[in-house]
């Protein structure tokens, strides 16, 4: 080696070792200064705040002044702004429907549109989401396979800049039919079962793709179905527990909620009690006990009670959020006013009154219940063309202080609660989490509508192009209503 070539080396290592001593990368740093900030965890929000974004990530976060940041850091003003942790979801049904045509179908669910609908949910401050009745190649139960692809499971490997993370539940186990209802599309999706050994069977094939958790519905649809038996979803739950995989649950008497507590149910995809069941204690000290023995202890649940919520605002006067600026940059004039403008208006004393009774009732239900220590997260079951895909993340919200929580206790069940159920690394301004927050022009504190007051939103560290989703999607609809 020529001593030119030495020297030059021995300058790059030192270059090297001087570059990994730096107590930081000052073009990763960003230090976000004087905003209040509401971390997510539940505790007092701070006031002139200040947190320090590396790499994507939270190192520091405490007040403005008290953060020593690294030479030629960037700074951001946030002045008179809240910030707070993005949103989870945990139930979702992304990729079927069409956002711009108002459709639904299995050839909508594609990596494109799935990625459409993670942007949609960026736009309004999601920043991660687990899928639930994915199309994905299951077994027929007959020996071969459906054969519908992998998307979901390509997609959750994947970071896609300025999108939502997405994770899945895969496929979901039914009785043939009475598993997700609405468009014919996804009636057919979950694994159907009638007997233990198809249970089990199915359990053993749909663990092979690492859902998140398995999805099971209990519902017979007010008497108009069959559907999975206590001896039926006990099978999935012991053989899916062999797996330590959990499972989460749609289903509504109060029976069987309190044979899945006993079993080890871990999640509720809605109200656990509904339909007219009412808590009682022995379903209180069912919960209480299993938490206090530590078995399965964190049991979860996404209250779902959004179009519920949403039906109590009908009648004579016109609710707010139908002319928010945040569901026009998403849907159509025509597409508010038919999936709800037009329903909301034609409803009667009648039906205002009894949309209210059954609200209050799911809503003391699911009170009740979290007060004895199950724990309520963000989930909205959109994915049907009337429910709203990223705006009705911030109803949820909305409805769950109209349930009886405080606004910082629903901010904490959509974000630090959410993230720790979907196993996320994000719902937390904190050293180690991922950077993923929003930026709002009020407080939610004094309004639990302002989460919809967004100026930006921040995910890995990286601002979201919200001008530039919102005039993709403004040509898109005009094109669509040519």
Known sequence: ???????????????????????????????????????????????????????????????????????GTTRVDLTGKTVMPTMVDMHGHFGFQNLVAGTMSKASFTRENLIDHLQRLAYVGVGAVVGIGDLVDRSDMHGGRTNWGDVPLQLRREIVPGAALFKTAGAGIAWPGSGAQGDPSRVDVAYPVTTPEEARAAVRDYVRM???????????????????????????????????????????????????????????????????????????????????????????????????????????????????????????PQQI???????????????????????????????????????????????????????????????????????????????????AAGHFNTGLVAPGRQADFIVLDANPLDSISNTRKIDKVYLRGAEVPRTQYAAKWAAQLKTASR
């Open 337 to 419: 006013d038919k999936y709800w403008g037009a329903p909301l208006r034609r409803m009667t004393p009648d039906d205002l009154a009894r949309a209210k009774k059954a609200f209050e009732a799911d809503a003391k239900n699911m009170m009740v219940l979290r007060a004895a220590g199950m724990i309520v997260v963000g989930g909205t079951d959109t994915g049907q063309t009337r429910h709203l895909v990223a705006f009705q993340n911030h109803l949820d919200i909305e409805s769950m202080v109209a349930m009886g929580m405080t606004p910082m206790e629903a901010i904490k069940a959509v974000t630090s609660d959410g993230a």
């Open 210 to 332: 690492n859902p998140e958790f398995i999805k099971i519905w209990v519902d017979d649809r007010e008497g108009t179905k069959k559907t999975l038996t206590p001896e039926l979803y006990g099978a999935v739950l012991d053989e899916a527990h062999k797996f330590n995989v959990p499972v989460g649950v749609h289903n509504v008497k109060l029976t069987d909620a309190k044979l899945m507590v006993k079993e080890g149910m871990e999640g509720w995809l809605h109200v656990p009690v509904r339909g007219g069941d009412v808590v009682d204690s022995e379903m209180i000290q069912l919960v209480k006990d299993r938490i206090a023995r530590g078995d399965r202890p964190r049991m979860w649940v996404t209250p779902a009670l959004i179009t519920a919520w949403m039906n109590t605002t009908g009648g004579a006067s016109r609710p707010a959020w139908l002319d928010d600026p945040l569901l026009k940059a998403l849907y159509s």
């Open 1 to 71: 080696m020529s001593v030119k070539n030495f020297l030059a080396r021995i300058l790059l290592t030192a270059f090297a070792v001087l570059t990994l001593a730096l107590p930081a990368h000052a073009q990763n740093a960003t230090l976000f200064e004087g905003a209040r900030l509401i971390r997510g965890d539940g505790s007092a929000a701070i006031e002139n705040s200040a947190f320090l974004v590396q790499n994507g990530q939270f190192t520091r976060v405490g007040r403005k002044g008290e953060i020593a940041a690294p030479p």
